[in-house]
């Protein structure tokens, strides 16, 4: 079969203005890489900082194609890559930083330990939804905390990207789940099975009425970690996406409790550890086909024409769930 020799894309040539729609050559790829061609890109909040040059841990030189995460078809594989067969439906979380072509294109060539097959049940536009949302809810409790059977565990921001998928894989670790967001997020933090804490309830009431945490995840940052090592048990664990402010850690260390940061990019950025993100994102593929696991999306759609609409709809707060270009 003849290689298609370009592409469209969307670049962006300057940080915060709008994305070109442009033709470029279809890369080339290496001996370990194969060629992606891309269905669907989904989009993070951090794609936003990106576009803005906001994120000092999340460079992408100009000009850039962004985009994280995808999902799409093999086209072609390196001579050293035994994974993966031309035809095969895969995703994860492959580029759009550190000066690695994201996923707003029509072909990406993708290092194939960042990859897995595509779970059978979901559709591209799904499974693109769950890269780097899954993967750092899974670092978070399963890497870092060792999270058990039975443990009791607090989802700070569950009805959040990262959030509404740590807690559909505590639960599939057999793990009871609480978790807090706005009252208008009750119903959607109860219908994935968690118990629902208002975020406005002082922590000291929660914390009595639950009787403290085993694992506390925070997704929020600033005064919510705080609130985190309030509310964890002796020596239980807390883990952070956003710990980047300055905490006092005295309630932490009077509980004899432990503390984890997440930095997700890290193998992306510096090469290693590329291959546990494919493992994980296959253990992604295992808990949605065995029905334990499902993103939850944004109904609008989206395509390179319009994408700019859709990073418009991140910032402005305004989005029901996880955000898809379709290619």
């Known amino acids: 079969m003849t290689r298609q020799s370009t592409m469209h894309a969307a670049v962006l040539e300057a ?11 279809t890369p080339e790829i290496g001996p370990r890489e194969v060629l992606v061609r891309i269905r669907a890109s989904g989009i993070n909040p951090l794609d936003t ?3 803005a040059g906001a994120a000092a841990h999340a460079r992408h030189p100009l000009p850039a194609i962004l985009g994280l995460d995808l999902a799409g078809v093999i086209e072609q594989t390196g001579r050293d890559v035994s994974r993966f067969n031309r035809g095969d439906e895969v995703y994860g979380m492959t580029g759009g ?5 994201g996923s707003l294109a029509e072909f990406a060539a993708v290092d194939a330990d960042l990859l897995a097959l595509k779970p059978a049940n979901l559709s591209m536009r799904e499974a693109a939804a769950l890269p780097l949302i899954f993967i750092t809810a899974w670092e978070g409790l399963i890497d870092r905390a060792a999270l058990k059977a039975g443990q009791k565990v607090l989802i700070h921001g569950g009805a959040g990207g990262v959030g509404h998928i740590a807690i559909q894989i505590a639960r599939a670790f057999g793990a009871d789940v609480f978790a807090t967001g706005s009252a208008s997020q009750r119903a959607t933090i109860e219908g994935f099975g968690a118990t629902f804490i208002d975020r406005d309830t002082a922590i000291a009431t929660y914390v009595a009425e639950h009787t ?6 925070d997704t929020v940052g600033g005064k919510v970690l705080d609130a985190s090592f309030e509310a964890v048990r002796r020596f239980g664990h807390v883990v952070s996406a956003l710990g980047w402010g300055t905490h006092g850690l ?7 409790a432990t503390y984890s940061g997440l930095f997700t990019l890290l193998p992306l950025l510096s090469g290693e550890g590329r291959a546990h993100h494919g493992e994980i994102m296959a253990e992604a593929a295992r808990l949605v086909e065995a029905g334990k696991l499902l ?4 109904p609008r ?5 319009n ?9 402005d707060h305004a989005t029901q769930g996880k955000l898809v270009v379709e290619i």
Request: proline residues 8%.
């Open 15 to 25: 940080h915060n203005a709008p994305l070109r729609p442009s033709t470029l050559s």
């Open 49 to 51: 900082k990106i576009h």
């Open 97 to 101: 930083v550190g000066g690695v072509q």
């Open 212 to 217: 403290g945490f085993d694992v506390v995840y």
């Open 250 to 256: 005295a309630p932490l260390s009077f509980r004899a």
């Open 295 to 298: 993103p939850l999306l944004d």
């Open 301 to 305: 759609h989206f395509t390179l024409e």
């Open 307 to 315: 994408v700019d609409d859709a990073y418009a709809l991140i910032r």
